[in-house]
């Protein structure tokens, strides 16, 4: 005997917007003001007449402040909505107080580093007294003007969320529900007429099981997607109205950060932030950000173009904190926290359809993150604030969300935006990285110098080398051979043993600041699956990742949610995963679906 | 007979309790180091207590339930908008701090008074529903004097089961030392419930009920009056975490009587 069929519960209300970011936040801000303002004529709902504008805003995580990443932001938008902003009124931020570009000298000698870097290196070496060598790193005399950040705020995104979303709240013009993924979006006629929330009482695989819910259909004239640069409504927003010509959205980059109790005698300023570069690896970037309190937020950036088949994230950030330069400060610290997300990095090629019948899309998922100027936060915020500026005036003028006055009027500022002319200027700026890590500065160097105008011509993007390619001249062929059938015994991932065949030295854990993957899980953040929704990452044909031979996914995955198995696809733990998205952009197969999905290991102080 | 209740579940918030917490003494006495920074949940054992009091209440046409908290009223609302979703009642809000180093007894009066003072609250019909612990205040005092500053003095503390009888009495399933449970019986309310865990797994978020909720929520956090607890008489000689230990393993198809065995083996060391 079947189940009887049930209904999906429906709801109207007239703006529905998925996640709640910064891009989320700026939109918000501006229209609940808008809505809550006594000089102006109320803004009636037409899904609800005699009442207010509805507006609900639904984000995936179960709080406010989960699963996003500290920053350091010029914060021109975010000040303009927030004219007599008092960083001290947020916690963990503060002004940018100092900053410094810092070439970090590779002190093992394991990282691979191309010849030309080698020699500059020795000569770096040789010349140190004259040029300032300490603690194996070079402090630039100069930091390009695009990349500076001064007057602006070092950031604890959660915290800024957490703090944006309480004063939004105490507005009551606007709903913001954490814990409600948004699964997927409603099409009708080519409009699109609202979302459909996660189904509950499901199993692994999505099917009802016991205390079956489906997920609400929520009807509304205009759904805003600010889902981030993975989020499901982005994703079924491309599927179902496609993509513009030339859309490119294959460059990203996976950012993975401790925040660090300082100990007592690290000597850091407040509000200091430090850019690195040259390790652990020559393409892998860092950052150290000094928030109030003695916290510091200390994290890489694990590039596409870095073609290490065996990438992980978290051991290159502990070989990172443990260089001369940065563990003088960081020594005998503590960690606080832990946390990984995604970023896109196509740049404006990456810009999807910005909106359509029904439909606007802001924030990262948008492409509003400059590459050149590395900032994505006050980019986010503004898109958010420059369709909120748009609706407003659609809803004044009583006209709806067609896709042809939304262009008229979200669309054209943006292009008419600092964020687009901005975003023109670093459209080619990363071009060079597919060439090298030295060819790939010098672009980055002209592109913001010139400020757009001349660039390094490109390379076509490679697929991963295979590993006996990538440690050609490392590691021989018959030992990763041994190595990969030890790993595949132990149900192991690669990483680790292959980066210590190449000279890395293993990490001697303290269980203070240097801890295991595992218990970084644990630390200070919020291990949360709940139970009754499906699996959030899906293998979609097992076969191929049984013909896979580079299982990147496994070695990549930020919270060691993805294991390796003999036989058939991955074992996926959704309680470690974190939905940074690491196994969509590495899969070399496009074989793995990340859906909108409810828990996952978040920390606040992120 | 009129089978319907007034129920009032006294909940503070509380950090995640997998956060990592650290006692520090600052110009007014023990706090949690950054605990305005951490992500807050409603007490677990108070969270049991509103899904038994929803339950109840949805079984009993009539009945109303009733959110009472003592907490920062930021955070607080914070904590509304997932808890708004899980089960229908009214907030009534008083800001103050919830870290657990305040005197029990000077909650107690504060819960007392908000409750008294809950319009068209019959007391015939009230049950007083709270965790039998906390994870902020572990003692568990605060509940039972709350119900002595209401003049409630049938009271049950670590209870698992609450079932009406049709004759309107009630039967209670206290636990007692030996992993078993006191039965007890109660003729009716008013009555003091402290509960464990209960029986009902957490709710599903319901977008639909939190929006219901939320018309009322977000007036009684506006409202909301500041709570100062005067901490002149307490003293603080020590405050601590529990020691803990962690290890951690991974384990793949591995029965859970091997998994059992093998913690057991662990603590015995």
């Given at each position: 005997?079947?189940?009887?069929?049930?209904?999906?519960?429906?709801?109207?209300?007239?703006?529905?917007?998925?996640?709640?970011?910064?891009?989320?936040?700026?939109?918000?801000?501006?229209?609940?003001?808008?809505?809550?303002?006594?000089?102006?004529?109320?803004?009636?709902?037409?899904?609800?007449?005699?009442?207010?504008?509805?507006?609900?805003?639904?984000?995936?995580?179960?709080?406010?402040?989960?699963?996003?990443?500290?920053?350091?932001?010029?914060?021109?938008?975010?000040?303009?909505?927030?004219?007599?902003?008092?960083?001290?009124?947020?916690?963990?931020?503060?002004?940018?107080?100092?900053?410094?570009?810092?070439?970090?000298?590779?002190?093992?000698?394991?990282?691979?580093?191309?010849?030309?870097?080698?020699?500059?290196?020795?000569?770096?070496?040789?010349?140190?007294?004259?040029?300032?060598?300490?603690?194996?790193?070079?402090?630039?005399?100069?930091?390009?003007?695009?990349?500076?950040?001064?007057?602006?705020?070092?950031?604890?995104?959660?915290?800024?969320?957490?703090?944006?979303?309480?004063?939004?709240?105490?507005?009551?013009?606007?709903?913001?529900?954490?814990?409600?993924?948004?699964?997927?979006?409603?099409?009708?006629?080519?409009?699109?007429?609202?979302?459909?929330?996660m189904d509950?009482g499901v199993d692994r695989h999505g099917k009802p099981a016991?205390?079956y819910?489906?997920?609400?259909?929520?009807?509304?004239?205009?759904?805003?997607?600010?889902?981030?640069?993975?989020?499901?409504?982005?994703?079924?927003?491309?599927?179902?109205?496609?993509?513009?010509?030339?859309?490119?959205?294959?460059?990203?980059?996976?950012?993975?950060?401790?925040?660090?109790?300082?100990?007592?005698?690290?000597?850091?300023?407040?509000?200091?932030?430090?850019?690195?570069?040259?390790?652990?690896?020559?393409?892998?970037?860092?950052?150290?950000?000094?928030?109030?309190?003695?916290?510091?937020?200390?994290?890489?950036?694990?590039?596409?173009?870095?073609?290490?088949?065996?990438?992980?994230?978290?051991?290159?950030?502990?070989?990172?904190?443990?260089?001369?330069?940065?563990?003088?400060?960081?020594?005998?610290?503590?960690?606080?926290?832990?946390?990984?997300?995604?970023?896109?990095?196509?740049?404006?090629?990456?810009?999807?359809?910005?909106?359509?019948?029904?439909?606007?899309?802001?924030?990262?998922?948008?492409?509003?993150?400059?590459?050149?100027?590395?900032?994505?936060?006050?980019?986010?915020?503004?898109?958010?604030?420059?369709?909120?500026?748009?609706?407003?005036?659609?809803?004044?003028?009583?006209?709806?969300?067609?896709?042809?006055?939304?262009?008229?009027?979200?669309?054209?500022?943006?292009?008419?935006?600092?964020?687009?002319?901005?975003?023109?200027?670093?459209?080619?700026?990363?071009?060079?990285?597919?060439?090298?890590?030295?060819?790939?500065?010098?672009?980055?160097?002209?592109?913001?110098?010139?400020?757009?105008?001349?660039?390094?011509?490109?390379?076509?993007?490679?697929?991963?080398?295979?590993?006996?390619?990538?440690?050609?001249?490392?590691?021989?062929?018959?030992?990763?051979?041994?190595?990969?059938?030890?790993?595949?015994?132990?149900?192991?991932?690669?990483?680790?043993?292959?980066?210590?065949?190449?000279?890395?030295?293993?990490?001697?854990?303290?269980?203070?600041?240097?801890?295991?993957?595992?218990?970084?899980?644990?630390?200070?953040?919020?291990?949360?699956?709940?139970?009754g929704v499906a699996d959030h990452v899906v293998f979609l044909?097992p076969?191929?990742?049984?013909?896979?031979?580079?299982?990147?996914?496994?070695?990549?995955?930020?919270?060691?949610?993805?294991?390796?198995?003999?036989?058939?696809p991955?074992?996926f733990?959704r309680?470690?995963?974190?939905?940074?998205?690491?196994?969509?952009?590495?899969?070399?197969?496009?074989?793995?679906l990340?859906e909108?999905g409810?828990?996952?290991?978040?920390?606040?102080?992120? | 007979?009129?089978?319907?209740?007034?129920?009032?579940?006294?909940?503070?918030?509380?950090?995640?309790?997998?956060?990592?917490?650290?006692?520090?003494?600052?110009?007014?006495?023990?706090?949690?180091?950054?605990?305005?920074?951490?992500?807050?949940?409603?007490?677990?054992?108070?969270?049991?207590?509103?899904?038994?009091?929803?339950?109840?209440?949805?079984?009993?046409?009539?009945?109303?339930?009733?959110?009472?908290?003592?907490?920062?009223?930021?955070?607080?609302?914070?904590?509304?908008?997932?808890?708004?979703?899980?089960?229908?009642?009214?907030?009534?809000?008083?800001?103050?701090?919830?870290?657990?180093?305040?005197?029990?007894?000077?909650?107690?009066?504060?819960?007392?008074?908000?409750?008294?003072?809950?319009?068209?609250?019959?007391?015939?019909?009230?049950?007083?529903?709270?965790?039998?612990?906390?994870?902020?205040?572990?003692?568990?005092?605060?509940?039972?004097?709350?119900?002595?500053?209401?003049?409630?003095?049938?009271?049950?503390?670590?209870?698992?089961?609450?079932?009406?009888?049709?004759?309107?009495?009630?039967?209670?399933?206290?636990?007692?030392?030996?992993?078993?449970?006191?039965?007890?019986?109660?003729?009716?309310?008013?009555?003091?419930?402290?509960?464990?865990?209960?029986?009902?797994?957490?709710?599903?978020?319901?977008?639909?009920?939190?929006?219901?909720?939320?018309?009322?929520?977000?007036?009684?956090?506006?409202?909301?009056?500041?709570?100062?607890?005067?901490?002149?008489?307490?003293?603080?000689?020590?405050?601590?975490?529990?020691?803990?230990?962690?290890?951690?393993?991974?384990?793949?198809?591995?029965?859970?009587?091997?998994?059992?065995?093998?913690?057991?083996?662990?603590?015995?060391?």
């Open positions: 005997m079947s189940e009887p069929e049930l209904t999906r519960p429906v709801m109207e209300t007239d703006i529905v917007c998925a996640g709640f970011g910064p891009a989320a936040g700026g939109f918000l801000t501006t229209l609940a003001r808008r809505l809550a303002d006594p000089s102006k004529p109320p803004i009636e709902s037409r899904a609800m007449p005699g009442l207010p504008l509805q507006v609900v805003c639904y984000e995936r995580a179960d709080d406010i402040g989960f699963g996003v990443s500290g920053a350091v932001t010029r914060a021109r938008a975010i000040r303009e909505s927030f004219p007599d902003l008092d960083p001290a009124a947020i916690p963990m931020a503060a002004a940018v107080s100092r900053e410094k570009l810092v070439y970090l000298l590779d002190p093992i000698g394991a990282s691979r580093r191309p010849a030309a870097l080698r020699l500059a290196d020795r000569l770096i070496r040789a010349l140190g007294s004259v040029l300032g060598l300490e603690h194996e790193a070079l402090e630039l005399a100069w930091l390009p003007a695009f990349l500076k950040k001064e007057d602006g705020l070092v950031l604890s995104i959660a915290q800024f969320n957490q703090w944006v979303g309480q004063q939004l709240l105490m507005t009551g013009a606007v709903q913001i529900w954490p814990g409600t993924p948004v699964a997927d979006i409603v099409v009708e006629n080519g409009t699109v007429a609202g979302v459909r929330l509950q016991a205390g819910q489906p997920g609400m259909e929520v009807r509304a004239a205009l759904t805003v997607a600010a889902d981030g640069p993975v989020g499901a409504v982005g994703r079924r927003l491309d599927a179902a109205f496609g993509t513009p010509e030339g859309f490119d959205n294959r460059e990203w980059a996976i950012g993975m950060k401790f925040v660090i109790e300082l100990a007592g005698q690290a000597e850091l300023e407040t509000g200091t932030v430090i850019h690195t570069i040259g390790y652990p690896e020559p393409e892998i970037f860092g950052f150290l950000y000094v928030h109030p309190e003695r916290i510091a937020s200390v994290g890489i950036f694990v590039p596409s173009w870095f073609d290490n088949p065996a990438r992980t994230a978290y051991r290159y950030l502990q070989h990172y904190i443990r260089h001369p330069y940065l563990w003088r400060y960081l020594e005998g610290g503590r960690l606080r926290s832990w946390g990984a997300k995604s970023i896109r990095e196509s740049g404006r090629r990456g810009e999807p359809k910005l909106a359509g019948n029904g439909y606007a899309r802001i924030g990262e998922g948008s492409a509003s993150t400059n590459v050149l100027t590395n900032s994505g936060v006050d980019e986010a915020w503004a898109t958010g604030v420059m369709l909120a500026e748009a609706v407003i005036e659609l809803l004044e003028q009583g006209k709806p969300f067609t896709r042809e006055n939304l262009e008229a009027s979200y669309v054209a500022r943006r292009r008419a935006s600092w964020v687009e002319k901005e975003a023109r200027m670093a459209e080619h700026a990363r071009d060079g990285f597919h060439r090298g890590f030295l060819s790939g500065l010098a672009g980055v160097a002209l592109a913001g110098l010139t400020r757009g105008r001349l660039r390094l011509p490109g390379r076509p993007r490679k697929p991963a080398p295979s590993l006996e390619e990538y440690f050609r001249g490392r590691i021989p062929p018959e030992e990763i051979a041994r190595i990969r059938a030890e790993c595949a015994r132990q149900n192991r991932p690669l990483h680790d043993a292959l980066m210590e065949r190449a000279g890395w030295p293993p990490i001697p854990l303290d269980g203070r600041l240097l801890v295991s993957h595992q218990d970084a899980l644990l630390v200070g953040g919020k291990v949360q699956a709940p139970p044909y076969y191929l990742c049984e013909e896979c031979g580079m299982r990147i996914c496994v070695e990549i995955c930020s919270g060691e949610a993805i294991q390796p198995r003999a036989d058939g991955p074992v733990e309680e470690k995963c974190v939905h940074c998205g690491a196994c969509v952009w590495n899969c070399p197969r496009e074989n793995v990340l909108a409810a828990g996952g290991l978040h920390s606040a102080e992120n | 007979m009129n089978l319907s209740f007034h129920i009032v579940v006294c909940a503070g918030i509380v950090p995640d309790p997998l956060q990592t917490l650290e006692p520090v003494i600052g110009d007014s006495g023990p706090a949690l180091k950054n605990e305005m920074l951490l992500p807050a949940v409603l007490d677990p054992w108070a969270a049991h207590a509103l899904y038994e009091a929803a339950h109840l209440a949805r079984g009993h046409a009539g009945s109303k339930v009733w959110l009472v908290s003592l907490s920062p009223r930021a955070k607080l609302q914070q904590v509304m908008m997932t808890v708004a979703q899980k089960a229908p009642f009214e907030l009534v809000a008083l800001d103050g701090p919830a870290g657990g180093f305040t005197d029990s007894a000077e909650v107690a009066g504060a819960l007392a008074a908000a409750i008294e003072a809950i319009p068209g609250l019959d007391r015939s019909r009230l049950l007083l529903f709270g965790g039998w612990e906390s994870a902020a205040r572990g003692a568990g005092t605060t509940l039972a004097m709350v119900g002595e500053r209401l003049g409630i003095f049938d009271q049950f503390q670590g209870v698992d089961e609450l079932r009406v009888e049709p004759d309107g009495s009630l039967r209670i399933l206290e636990r007692v030392e030996g992993g078993r449970h006191q039965i007890s019986r109660c003729a009716g309310p008013p009555a003091v419930l402290g509960w464990a865990t209960g029986s009902l797994a957490e709710p599903p978020n319901q977008p639909q009920l939190g929006m219901q909720n939320m018309r009322t929520i977000l007036p009684a956090l506006q409202r909301a009056q500041s709570v100062a607890l005067p901490a002149a008489e307490l003293r603080f000689v020590r405050v601590a975490l529990p020691s803990q230990q962690r290890q951690t393993r991974i384990v793949r198809d591995v029965a859970a009587e091997e998994v059992a065995r093998e913690i057991v083996d662990w603590i015995r060391g």
